[in-house]
């Protein structure tokens, strides 16, 4: 059972995930016995130059569903994140995340409770400062249908601030999902096949009478294997842009994914205005 966002996840990560578009990046990861796992992770924007990174330390302990997240980044930010699992009941979670930033004095904390049941699931956040604002979503499911919904509350000025609703089919080779989101101003539909153990397809219509050219944009995209270790990615939209990734896995821990965009109406421009062409490169060590 998926949550109401989560919803069309399947076409999101075929379209949006392993394209590294955007510099440099690296992931270095680490554990030890004790249940204890380290990550540092660096990039490099390539319109910017700007390098920024983080190092993150996690704490488990699987015989109490307790988990424990810290991370420090480059822009002396402190994140805290405390997960307790399956210990009240059964189904249930609890998360606490909270972050600080010294230099600006600001602070958040977000109280996360996840509730799951067979054919049901059900989140629940209380953002602190930020209001407080009360934000609950629920799926109901059956027989591969699903119907879900979300809402936001602003505690302090009474009313609901945002709100927005699902429906979706989940079968075991693909899936749909439709949402309507913004107060019901902003609709998106989506689709996501297997075709066979090494070909994936997706696509995802979006209308935004706001911020979208023509009202609706398309995106469809396609994932492949090559075999245990490298797949390719590939997506075009209606704009014309596409994006090309490829994945490889060195060896045991290491791997390699390196990515493409190319905007086809700017081809033939010398000095294209805006964003055009786009290349980047990700590194993971894991050990």
Known sequence: ??????????????????????????EVK????????????????????????????????????????QTWTTSNILRNQVELENQIAKGLKLDLATSLSPEKGAKTAVLTTVYKQSGLHTRANLDLFKGPT???????????????????YNVTEGKVTRYATAVGFNAPQYSVAVHALSNLKVFTASYYQRINRDVEAGAKAIYDPKSTHGGVSLEVGTKVYLDASAFVKAKINNAGVVGLGYTQALRPGVKAAFGLALDTQKLNDPNPVGPAHKVGVHFVFDS
């Open 1 to 26: 059972m998926p949550s109401g966002p989560d919803l069309g996840k399947s076409s999101n990560d075929l379209l949006s995930k392993d394209y590294y578009i955007h510099g440099a990046s690296l």
């Open 30 to 69: 680490t554990a030890t016995p004790s249940n204890v796992s380290f990550k540092v992770a660096g990039s490099k924007d390539s319109k910017s130059d700007l390098i920024t990174g983080d190092i993150e330390g996690k704490w488990t302990d699987k015989a109490h569903g307790l988990t424990v997240t």
């Open 134 to 152: 009360f934000t609950a979503d629920a799926v109901l499911g059956r027989d591969g249908f699903l119907v879900g919904a979300e809402a936001a």
